[in-house]
């Protein structure tokens, strides 16, 4: 059974960097995206980055380009998501997701397994 259990989610400034971390585990993920997405109270849950487990191309929401940056273990089976400058609206519940396939998936419906998130709070 596929689980992704996320962690590294927290209460922190604005400015402040912040490093998420999905462990997947149950199958072999070569041949998967892996994706982050975030929902903050009252809106639709947003794409953040993907990464194509083989290959290692990477994809990023146009917002959040050049303060985000998503990266992979595959010796650990992990999935990172480093954050820098944070801002309050950065707020939200972040969630790990993984989609069969090779060409990278942005929008929510396309993915397959998700982990139950972790809560990003920055204050300012």
């Known amino acids: 059974q596929v689980q992704l259990v996320e962690s590294g989610g927290g209460l922190v400034q604005a400015g402040d960097s912040l490093r998420l971390s999905c462990a997947a585990s149950?199958?072999?993920?070569?041949?998967?995206?892996m994706g982050w997405f975030r929902q903050a109270p009252g809106k639709e849950r947003e794409f953040v980055a993907a990464i194509a487990w083989s290959g290692g191309n990477t994809y990023y929401a146009d917002s959040l380009k050049g303060r985000v940056t998503i990266s992979g273990d595959n010796a650990k089976n992990t999935v990172y998501l480093r954050m820098n400058s944070l801002k309050p609206e950065d707020t939200a519940v972040y969630y790990c997701?993984?989609?069969?396939?090779?060409?990278?998936?942005?929008?929510?419906?396309?993915?397959?397994?998700w982990g139950q998130g972790t809560q990003v709070t920055v204050s300012s």
């Open positions: 997701a993984a989609d069969w396939g090779i060409v990278v998936a942005t929008t929510p419906d396309e993915y397959d397994y």
């Open positions: 149950g199958r072999t993920f070569s041949g998967y995206v």
